[in-house]
């Protein structure tokens, strides 16, 4: 019985690589073939890896899906020349991450070149741009920040890769970033509900940080400490109405008739 199990999963393993060996569309890379294991379940597994790396190769070389193959296809082949149809996909995907730099869009051009391999001629290149637009994408977060747009200036940090040099750094500044932002939108809360003494405690969280400077903070602050230390109308009546009266001061008269001459 286990002879019979053996014989039709290499039955099935040859049918696989067969299948893949007379697709027409892709000549390299060359699979390699199956051979029959006495685990069966082992042998099944490696078969259907072969069919889904024949499937992933007929991908990339038509440039369909290049960025979902990220280096786990082609990583164990460090020291393997990649076909010249795939370095031509990887070539057009520098130029267009380039495009969407010149236009501000980063983001687009990080996820562009993101998936290119350690093996590729094209490596090194994209390594070193998705490095330098990470830096300026942690730049103009801090821009954000320094003016209290913090959504924004942390959700330009969600874009810089985890595989970046800066992950570290960013995974600080978000923690931070994210604790300055709790107590602006505790003053923002004080401020709807009047509590000018709560604004005023807020805000003072933030000294020492480039936040505390911004303008949105600033006017929290000088209309809290307007609200809270201006006295009202009725307050000033009531403060006023003790005091005794000061008895009107009689000026000299002055007499205009002119000088007889």
């Known amino acids: 019985m286990s002879r019979q199990v ?18 027409p569309s892709v000549s390299e890379p060359t699979l390699p073939h199956c051979e029959p294991a006495p ?4 042998t099944q597994d490696r078969c259907l890896q072969n069919a889904q790396n024949l499937q992933n190769a007929q991908h990339l070389a038509s440039g369909t899906a290049p960025e979902a193959l990220v280096n786990d296809q082609w990583s164990d082949r460090r020291l393997s020349k990649l076909p010249n149809k795939i370095e031509a996909v990887y070539s057009d995907l520098l130029q267009q991450a380039q495009a969407f730099s010149d236009r501000n869009q980063l983001n687009e051009a990080i996820n562009r070149v993101a998936g290119i391999p350690k093996n590729s001629q094209h490596y090194e290149m994209a390594h070193q741009l998705q490095e330098d637009w990470s830096r300026e994408l942690l730049r103009q977060a801090t821009s954000e920040c320094q003016h209290a747009r913090v959504a924004k200036a942390l959700s330009m940090l969600d874009m810089i890769p985890a595989t970046s040099q800066l992950h570290d750094r960013v995974t600080e500044l978000r923690q931070r970033w994210s604790k300055q932002d709790s107590f602006l939108q505790q003053a923002i809360a004080f401020k709807r509900s009047g509590d000018w003494q709560g604004v005023i405690d807020s805000v003072k969280a933030l000294e020492g940080t480039p936040m505390y400077q911004s303008l949105p903070v600033q006017e ?9 230390f201006t006295p009202d109308a009725t307050m000033l009546q009531v403060a006023t109405e003790d005091l005794p009266a000061i008895p009107p001061i009689a000026l000299p008269k002055v007499n205009a008739a002119m000088p007889k001459q």
């Open 39 to 42: 685990n069966v379940a082992g």
């Open 220 to 228: 929290l602050l000088q209309k809290a400490m307007t609200q809270l």
């Open 6 to 23: 053996l014989e039709r999963g290499a039955l099935a393993c040859s049918f696989l690589a067969l299948y893949g060996w007379s697709h």
